[in-house]
Every structure is written in structure tokens, then in C-alpha cells.
């Protein structure tokens, strides 16, 4: 009978002292990775005049955040480098911005080397990004990246980000229909995958017409339903540790 209670004993104080991601308190953070995966097809996007074009991915930026980080505002031009990074994929601007910032609480970091590759740079068919953060209850995350072959339309969540934990519980799974797809406004539209104006056919960075306008949900584009044949976005919760 001894030997049985000092087996149960241990075995209850091995759960105690088992990592778990059941319920987080406010003292812990938890490790999280995203991993954003290209899924359209490798045979490609058809274009109006019967061109096949490739979809693509940009490298892009992920914040953590406590209170809201705007890197753009729906209903206003675009601003603090949200230019460079949806009309050429170039998030530098973007995270010399929030440096600047300081937001207390805040972390972020670029995205830009494919999977498996040696180098920066953007995501096709069969293609991904992985990045990884610490966060605690109460934070939230945004990202941005841009619809490769486009003038100036970009992948992101609401303006408010996306919780990372749900009731106390860190957030897993595939998280891709939290993303929405904008256009900047700050480049006239032309049809996707085929535009003069538009990586990698414009012949320098900032060719194209302005258009002067504001940031908005790009509705009218067929793209803006189809974000699960295009890509997928997951994110995995590890182990809790408490905070030195």
C-alpha cells in the first residue's frame, strides 16, 4: 500500500510539473510558431487572355502586440511604409517604423527566407515561411505580406490582430481565414499576373501609375474569397515557461 502511494504521488507530481497549454496564467508565455504555406496550384493562375502566371507570396512582417498596432488604416492612405511593402513586398520600412515606435510589450520580426532556401525571398506553389515568438495571454498578432503579382494589394488580419489565446488557451490550428485582402491604394489596379506595372515585368521598383487613394478591402477582386485554394496559414503552440 506505501509503494502504491508513493507511485501515485510521483506520478501526480510529474503532471504537476508538466508543461501545459490547457490553461496559461498571465505569468507564462508560450512559444508559437507560424508557418504560411503557398497551396495554389504549380499548374497556375489563368489570366484573361489565357497567360498562366504563378501565385506568390512576399516576405512580410509579424508583430505581437498588447494594445493596437496599426501598419495600415482602412479609410486612410497608406502610411509608415505600408507602400514598399505592398506594392514590392519590402517589409524593411514597415519594421524601421515600429522600432522607432517602441510600443512597450510589442516584439516583431521579418519574414523573407523560403523554407529550405539560402536566401530571401518570395513563396510560389509548393513554398513556405515559418517564423516563431514568445507571448502571454492578452497578446495579439498581426501580419502582412503581399499578393506577389500586383500592383499594390497585401494579405493581413483585422486591424485589431488576431488573439493568441482564447479563454486562457493559446490559439493552434489553421488560423488563414483571420486574413483578408487588401489594397493599398496607392497604385492604379491592373489585372493580376499580367500588369506591366508589376514584379517581376515593371522595370524598376516604382513603375506604375498613382492612384492616390486610400486603403480598403479589395471586394472586387475574385481573390478575396479564394484565400484556401491559395494559401494556408497555421500556428502552433509549444511548451508554457515562465518569465525571468
Do not use: C
Request: proline share 8%; no cysteine.
Amino acid at each position: 500500500m506505501v509503494k502504491r502511494k508513493l507511485i501515485l504521488s510521483l506520478a501526480a507530481l510529474a503532471l504537476l510539473a508538466a508543461p501545459s497549454l490547457a490553461q496559461t496564467s498571465k505569468s507564462k508565455e508560450v512559444k508559437f510558431t507560424v508557418r504560411i504555406e503557398n497551396i495554389s496550384s504549380a499548374d497556375g493562375q489563368t489570366a484573361s487572355d489565357g497567360a498562366k502566371w504563378p501565385f506568390a507570396l512576399s516576405p512580410g512582417l509579424w508583430v505581437t502586440h498588447e494594445r493596437e498596432v496599426r501598419l495600415f488604416r482602412e479609410g486612410y492612405p497608406a502610411v509608415n511604409g505600408l507602400e514598399p511593402q505592398a506594392e514590392q513586398g519590402d517589409p524593411s520600412e514597415l519594421a524601421k517604423v515600429l522600432e522607432s515606435r517602441g510600443h512597450e510589450g510589442m516584439q516583431h520580426g521579418v519574414f523573407n527566407t523560403p523554407v529550405g532556401a539560402s536566401g530571401p525571398g518570395p513563396i510560389g506553389p509548393g513554398g513556405a515561411y515559418e517564423f516563431s515568438f514568445n507571448a502571454k495571454p492578452g497578446m495579439r498578432l498581426s501580419v502582412i505580406t503581399m499578393f506577389g503579382q500586383s500592383n499594390d494589394w497585401f494579405y493581413a488580419p483585422k486591424r485589431q490582430g488576431i488573439d493568441l489565446f482564447v479563454n486562457g488557451k493559446p490559439l493552434s490550428g489553421d488560423i488563414t481565414n483571420e486574413f483578408m485582402l487588401f489594397d493599398a491604394g496607392t497604385e492604379k489596379d491592373e489585372e493580376p499576373g499580367i500588369g506591366p506595372n508589376q514584379a517581376p515585368r515593371q522595370k524598376d521598383p516604382n513603375a506604375g501609375e498613382p492612384e492616390n487613394g486610400k486603403v480598403h478591402a479589395a471586394k472586387s477582386s475574385s481573390f478575396f474569397t479564394r484565400n484556401g485554394e491559395l494559401f494556408k496559414v497555421t500556428i502552433t503552440p509549444h511548451s508554457a515557461m515562465a518569465n525571468m
